[in-house]
């Protein structure tokens, strides 16, 4: 049981180039989310799947796209990529109800 | 605007003495409450939560405490131990189906042996 998983665990982009996150959770869980974490910022969502099927946009959407592949995967993707998107990561599931959502280890990235 | 404030970027206790984490949030309907702790290059793990209708939960040498009518929580960890330096996350869930979380700045706990 893996838990969450991210891949991959660092990159380095220059701006205006393309890129997908992708998360994968072995947990049976209904809903995902992506939060990205800044230096003295927290983390902050920027897209979640309630369910197989849905997403929405969280706190901080601008600049991404996400996918709802199936019921494991979720990717987020970077369509051109700007120094701005320079950020820690973090992709998570919840099984459902108020209850602990479980993260992925984070993926790295820098724009240059 | 911060709906979940932790007012204290960082924190050093010494090793055995509690370490009090505070977290202050605004949004009344707030109904769910968590504790995160993150280590340097790894993913936040789940410590400890609280739902509205309590005031107070344990486990083991963590305690949260609730105060609704303040809209401040606490963690309480004792004794800390030099294992407990993280960043620890205070999150709140609004409820609805989304089960989306807010989560305040983080304070950086030191535990000094």
């Known amino acids: 049981n893996a838990g969450v998983t991210q891949t991959p665990k660092f990159q380095v982009l220059k701006t205006g180039q393309s890129m997908t996150l992708q998360c994968a959770q072995d947990?049976?869980?209904?809903?995902m989310y992506w939060y990205r974490q800044d230096p003295g910022m927290g983390l902050r969502l920027i897209y979640y799947?309630?369910?197989?099927?849905?997403?929405d946009k969280g706190e901080v959407p601008n600049g991404y796209n996400v996918s709802r592949l199936n019921k494991r995967e979720f990717s987020l993707r970077l369509e051109s990529a700007a120094p701005s998107q320079t950020s820690v990561y973090f992709c998570?599931?919840?099984?459902?109800?108020?209850?602990?959502?479980?993260f992925g280890p984070g993926t790295r990235l820098t724009v240059l | 605007d911060q709906q979940v404030k932790q007012n204290s970027p960082s924190l050093s206790v010494q090793e055995g003495r509690i370490s009090i984490l505070n977290c202050d949030y605004t949004?009344?309907?707030?109904?769910?409450f968590l504790w995160y702790k993150k280590y340097p290059a790894e993913g936040p793990t789940f410590l400890i939560s609280?739902?509205?209708?309590?005031d107070k939960n344990e486990d083991g040498r963590f305690t949260v405490f609730l105060n609704k009518s303040a809209k401040h929580l606490s963690l309480h960890i004792v004794p800390s131990q030099p294992g407990d330096s993280a960043v620890y996350f205070c999150?709140?869930?609004?409820?609805?189906?989304?089960?989306?979380?807010?989560f305040g700045k983080g304070t950086l706990l030191t535990v000094n042996p």
């Open positions: 947990m049976n869980h209904n809903s």
């Open positions: 999150a709140a869930n609004s409820g609805g189906s989304n089960y989306k979380l807010t």
């Open positions: 609280i739902s509205s209708i309590k």
């Open positions: 949004n009344s309907m707030f109904d769910y």
């Open positions: 998570a599931s919840l099984r459902g109800g108020p209850d602990t959502q479980y």
């Open positions: 799947s309630a369910s197989e099927g849905t997403t």
